[in-house]
């Protein structure tokens, strides 16, 4: 499938990436749910707006691993796609580059020390072990009703 409707390389900015663009809710969903075993990484393919379709896309690490398991050596595949997918393996990630993580969820406990500290997000930040822009926006949905408060 990547081989006749996907893309693999690197972006304008050098960053390593493999896709596959398709009309196809079952195929753009399967290749989430089989990309997820190898990388990891959980997407939930959506429909672009111009065009209904989906562009699946993963990104540096995710997209080495997917394209090392579906590129492996002698697969029968295109020769410039074999050629882009071998090279992506030469990718480093940057030092100063911040990884993805996983997000935390928040708990009662944590939005009882957001309301303790008033309008002190710097204090609840440093006790939470948060950003102070996570506890700036975890506040602003406590106030404006966007999120429950804690009981």
Known sequence: MIDADGSVGYTKPG?????????????????????????????HPSRNKRDEIYNVMYWKEASQALAAHL??????????KQAAADSLHTWVRPADMRTAYTARRWKEWEDRILLKH?????????ELGRTYQSCSLRLWRLRSGKVPMPE
Not at 118 to 126: K, L, P
Request: charged share 10%; hydrophobic share 40%; net charge positive.
């Open 71 to 80: 590129y492996y050596p002698g697969c029968l595949s295109l020769e410039r």
């Open 15 to 43: 960053l390593p990436f493999i896709s596959l663009t398709t009309a196809s809710t079952a195929i753009a969903v399967y290749l989430c749910f089989y990309a997820r075993k190898i990388t990891g990484t959980t997407l």
């Open 118 to 126: 008033n309008s002190n997000v710097t204090a609840s930040a440093e």
